[in-house]
């Protein structure tokens, strides 16, 4: 009797009932559905990942990859109450945005007039809503206007960028923010940077100042100098026509008893001095010369 009563035990414990099976298929806590896999996205949720894709790409775009660009995006839609993850946030985009194209390009006046019938037909959407589209049609303009006129990022800059988003992955409520913190950062560097090359215009501007001014007093003190010395030469050649030689070109004449070959030896030597001192005064000439034309 006891022998039996254990089996029996046994065999309940190794067997579920049937009814606990049925209760647990019924009960939604046991099971995994398909909105938990893949959640529906409604028009709502649609506008926030839109805004979302337009504010990541606007704020540091060129300095992510794909792989960062949409878990940011999913960060930022979790911190919105859309909880969803990167690969869902980018598959909904490329729906979204295929739905768009259709739209777009099926060259009808206007979607929104259109019955289910006719837009099957075309084989458009049957409902996309309108605002979402503007607001697709918007990044899709922006993203084309980035393409064409966007300059190329600083590679440090781009670095930095990262560094920030790296370090926004432990704080995912506010991923965005720390962006345009950084962004607002880089525009503050920007502005030291303006100010600092200002400054550096002036001390430029101030150094070429001082360097005419110095100029010019150099070139005043030239022309005097030169000056001076063509009023020296000019009183060393009515000196020389006079006949007053200089201590060195009067120099053994003394010597000479005879007064023919004295005064023809005078005469050498006083052409000689007066060819030395016109050759003193044609290069003083041409030294004044050189700094007239520089002053013009």
Same mark, same amino acid.
């Given at each position: 009797?006891?022998a039996?009563?254990?089996?029996?035990?046994?065999?309940?414990?190794?067997t579920?009932?049937?009814?606990?099976?049925?209760?647990?298929?019924?009960?939604?806590a046991?099971?995994?559905?398909?909105?938990?896999?893949?959640?529906?996205?409604?028009?709502?949720?649609?506008?926030?990942l839109v805004?979302e894709?337009?504010?990541?790409?606007?704020?540091?775009?060129?300095?992510?990859s794909?792989?960062q660009?949409w878990?940011?995006?999913?960060?930022?839609?979790?911190?919105?109450?859309?909880?969803?993850t990167?690969?869902?946030?980018?598959?909904?985009?490329?729906?979204?945005?295929?739905?768009?194209?259709?739209?777009k390009?099926?060259?009808?006046?206007?979607?929104?007039?259109?019955?289910?019938?006719?837009?099957?037909?075309?084989g458009?959407?049957?409902?996309?809503?309108?605002?979402?589209f503007?607001?697709?049609?918007?990044?899709?303009?922006a993203?084309?206007?980035r393409?064409?006129?966007?300059?190329?990022?600083?590679?440090?800059?781009?670095?930095d960028?990262?560094?920030?988003?790296?370090?926004?992955?432990?704080?995912?409520k506010?991923?965005?923010?720390?962006?345009? =913190?950084?962004r607002?950062?880089?525009? &503050?560097e !920007?502005? %030291?940077?303006?100010? /600092? +090359?200002? =400054?550096w215009?002036k001390v430029?501007? &101030?150094g !070429?100042? %001082?360097?005419?001014? /110095? +100029?010019?007093v150099?070139q005043?003190?030239?022309?005097?100098?030169?000056?001076?010395?063509?009023?020296?030469?000019?009183e060393?050649?009515?000196?020389?026509?006079?006949?007053?030689?200089?201590?060195?070109?009067?120099?053994?004449?003394?010597?000479?008893?005879?007064?023919?070959?004295?005064?023809?030896?005078?005469?050498?030597?006083?052409?000689?001095?007066?060819?030395?001192?016109?050759?003193?005064?044609?290069?003083?000439?041409?030294?004044?010369h050189?700094?007239?034309q520089?002053?013009?």
């Open positions: 009797m006891e039996a009563q254990l089996v029996n035990e046994v065999e309940n414990l190794q579920p009932k049937r009814e606990d099976i049925e209760h647990q298929s019924c009960n939604p046991t099971r995994r559905t398909r909105s938990q896999i893949a959640p529906d996205w409604t028009v709502k949720d649609a506008h926030i805004n894709i337009a504010a990541v790409e606007g704020d540091c775009l060129k300095a992510l794909s792989y660009k878990k940011i995006i999913a960060e930022n839609c979790t911190a919105l109450d859309v909880v969803r990167a690969n869902q946030c980018r598959r909904k985009w490329d729906s979204l945005l295929g739905e768009y194209k259709k739209i390009q099926s060259g009808v006046d206007s979607y929104w007039p259109l019955d289910v019938d006719r837009r099957k037909e075309l458009l959407p049957d409902y996309f809503d309108q605002e979402l503007k607001g697709i049609d918007d990044l899709v303009r993203q084309e206007d393409s064409d006129t966007e300059p190329d990022t600083d590679p440090e800059a781009e670095a960028v990262l560094d920030v988003i790296s370090e926004s992955g432990s704080s995912s506010r991923p965005r923010r720390q962006i345009k =913190s950084h607002k950062h880089g525009e &503050e !920007k502005e %030291q940077l303006s100010a /600092v +090359k200002i =400054s215009q430029c501007a &101030e !070429k100042k %001082q360097i005419k001014d /110095v +100029k010019k150099v005043e003190e030239t022309e005097q100098l030169v000056a001076e010395k063509l009023r020296a030469n000019t060393l050649v009515h000196a020389i026509l006079r006949g007053n030689l200089s201590e060195n070109a009067k120099y053994g004449l003394s010597d000479i008893k005879d007064s023919e070959a004295y005064q023809t030896e005078f005469t050498r030597r006083q052409a000689d001095s007066l060819i030395t001192c016109l050759g003193d005064v044609v290069d003083n000439l041409n030294q004044l050189v700094l007239v520089q002053c013009e």
